[in-house]
């Protein structure tokens, strides 16, 4: 199984922009579904988003709090996958999540996941 770390976490302003990134040792990302959830303190984990394997026709999914703001994608040659998160309000501050699911696309249940990273916290605050 993968190990996953995530970065790219930080204090934003309120409408600013962030992309994380999710990087795996001892596996190739590219043959996983990666999702991207988030938890804020006191409430349950979210999932917000992800990419299925590129082993076939690549698709993607976005949860309705994100849709439009988040974009979810690959870069292969690097094994990252990555969240670019645009238009960022204080409701999304959390601590930030990948994971990834060696079989199928089920996009949002993290008991679907296989391994997880440890997180990396977005603020977003004036």
């Known amino acids: 199984q993968p190990q996953l770390v995530e970065s790219g976490g930080g204090l934003v302003q309120p409408g600013g922009s962030l992309t994380l990134s999710c990087a795996a040792s001892?596996?190739?990302?590219?043959?996983?579904?990666i999702g991207w959830f988030r938890q804020a303190p006191g409430k349950k984990r979210e999932g917000l988003s992800c990419?299925?394997?590129?082993?076939?026709?690549?698709?993607?999914d976005y949860a309705d709090s994100v849709k439009g703001r988040f974009t979810i994608f690959r870069d292969n040659t690097k094994k990252l996958v990555y969240l670019q998160m645009n238009s960022l309000k204080v409701e999304d501050t959390a601590l930030y999540y990948c994971a990834d699911q060696v079989e199928g696309f089920v996009c949002y249940d993290p008991l679907q996941y296989d391994s997880w990273g440890r997180g990396t916290q977005v603020t977003v605050s004036s």
């Open positions: 001892g596996a190739t990302l590219a043959y996983y579904t």
């Open positions: 990419i299925s394997s590129s082993t076939s026709d690549e698709r993607t």
